[in-house]
C-alpha cells in the first residue's frame, strides 16, 4: 500500500475537522476526496504533507503511512525531498513577480540529478505547450489556467511520485478544466499516483479510480467512482440528481 491513513483525528483549538478517518491509496490510482466546504478535505491534504505541522500531540492523533513507514513525525522539507510527494494547493500560490521558468526551477531546489531535471523541463512543456510558449514570462501576466498549469508543473519539478491536487479546476473555464484533467489522467497512465480534492465532484469521479466522501470530518462513503456516482446520496447532494 502506498498510503493508509488510520483514524486520523485533526483539531485546530477547540475545533474538531477530522474525526477519525480512514483511508488508503495504491501506487498507480487515483483516489478523490469529495464532499461539501468544511468537511475536512484540504486539512486531510495538510495534515499528510505536514503543512503546518501540529503544534502539539494533541492535536494530531492516528496514523498515516507512507510505504508502510509513519510519516506523522516526519519533517515537511523531507516529505517532498525523501519521499517525494507534493501537494499542488488550493489557489496557486505561485510567484508572480518570477517568470514560468523562475517558478518551475525554485521547485528543484532539493534535487542534484541534473539531466533528469533538463528531462522534466521538456516533459512539463510537452504536458502544458502553453507553458512552453510563455516560460520566459511573469507569471503574474498568464491566464487563471495558465497559472495553474505552472502550479502543476511546479509541484512535478520536485521529482515527486504521489502527486495531491487541492481544487484544481477552480476558477477554470470547462474547456481549460477538461485541458487540466488529460494532462493529469496522461501523467498517471505513466506512473504517477495521485490523490485529488475536487469540488465538481463530477468530474472528480469520472477521473478518478475511486473515491471517499467526507462530511463534517468524518468518511461516511467509500467505494470505486461508478458505485459512488450511483449512489442515491452522491448523487443527489453532489451531482445535480
Known amino acids: 500500500m502506498l498510503l493508509e491513513v488510520k483514524d486520523l483525528k485533526v483539531q485546530y483549538g477547540n475545533i474538531a475537522a477530522l474525526h477519525g478517518i480512514d483511508f488508503h491509496v495504491r501506487e498507480g490510482e487515483i483516489v478523490t476526496l469529495i464532499?461539501?466546504?468544511?468537511?475536512?478535505?484540504?486539512?486531510?491534504?495538510?495534515?499528510?504533507?505536514?503543512?503546518?505541522?501540529?503544534?502539539?500531540?494533541?492535536?494530531?492523533?492516528?496514523?498515516?503511512?507512507?510505504?508502510?513507514?509513519?510519516?506523522?513525525?516526519?519533517?515537511?522539507?523531507?516529505?517532498?525531498?525523501?519521499?517525494?510527494?507534493?501537494?499542488?494547493?488550493?489557489?496557486?500560490?505561485?510567484?508572480?513577480?518570477?517568470?514560468?521558468?523562475?517558478?518551475?526551477?525554485?521547485?528543484?531546489?532539493?534535487?542534484?540529478?541534473?539531466?533528469?531535471?533538463?528531462?522534466?523541463?521538456?516533459?512539463?512543456?510537452?504536458?502544458?505547450?502553453?507553458?512552453?510558449?510563455?516560460?520566459?514570462?511573469?507569471?503574474?501576466?498568464?491566464?487563471?489556467?495558465?497559472?495553474?498549469?505552472?502550479?502543476?508543473?511546479?509541484?512535478?519539478?520536485?521529482?515527486?511520485?504521489?502527486?495531491?491536487?487541492?481544487?484544481?479546476?477552480?476558477?477554470?473555464a470547462p474547456l481549460l478544466m477538461y485541458d487540466m484533467f488529460r494532462a493529469l489522467k496522461r501523467l498517471n497512465e505513466e506512473g504517477m499516483t495521485i490523490l485529488l480534492i475536487e469540488q465538481n465532484a463530477h468530474v472528480a469521479l469520472e477521473f478518478a479510480h475511486r473515491g471517499y466522501l467526507l462530511e463534517t470530518g468524518n468518511i461516511v462513503l467509500a467505494g470505486t467512482s461508478r458505485e459512488l456516482m450511483d449512489t442515491p446520496e452522491v448523487h443527489k447532494a453532489y451531482l445535480g440528481g
Open 35 to 172: 464532499g461539501a466546504n468544511g468537511a475536512g478535505k484540504t486539512t486531510t491534504l495538510y495534515t499528510i504533507c505536514r503543512l503546518p505541522p501540529p503544534e502539539a500531540p494533541k492535536l494530531v492523533a492516528g496514523d498515516i503511512l507512507f510505504r508502510g513507514q509513519s510519516i506523522v513525525k516526519t519533517e515537511p522539507h523531507d516529505i517532498v525531498r525523501r519521499l517525494h510527494i507534493a501537494l499542488v494547493p488550493e489557489g496557486r500560490h505561485i510567484f508572480g513577480n518570477l517568470t514560468v521558468l523562475e517558478n518551475l526551477k525554485l521547485a528543484t531546489f532539493a534535487r542534484r540529478d541534473q539531466e533528469k531535471i533538463n528531462e522534466d523541463y521538456e516533459r512539463i512543456f510537452d504536458l502544458f505547450p502553453r507553458l512552453a510558449e510563455r516560460r520566459r514570462q511573469r507569471s503574474e501576466l498568464l491566464s487563471g489556467g495558465e497559472q495553474q498549469m505552472l502550479a502543476v508543473g511546479r509541484a512535478l519539478m520536485s521529482g515527486c511520485q504521489f502527486l495531491m491536487l487541492d481544487e484544481p479546476s477552480m476558477g477554470l
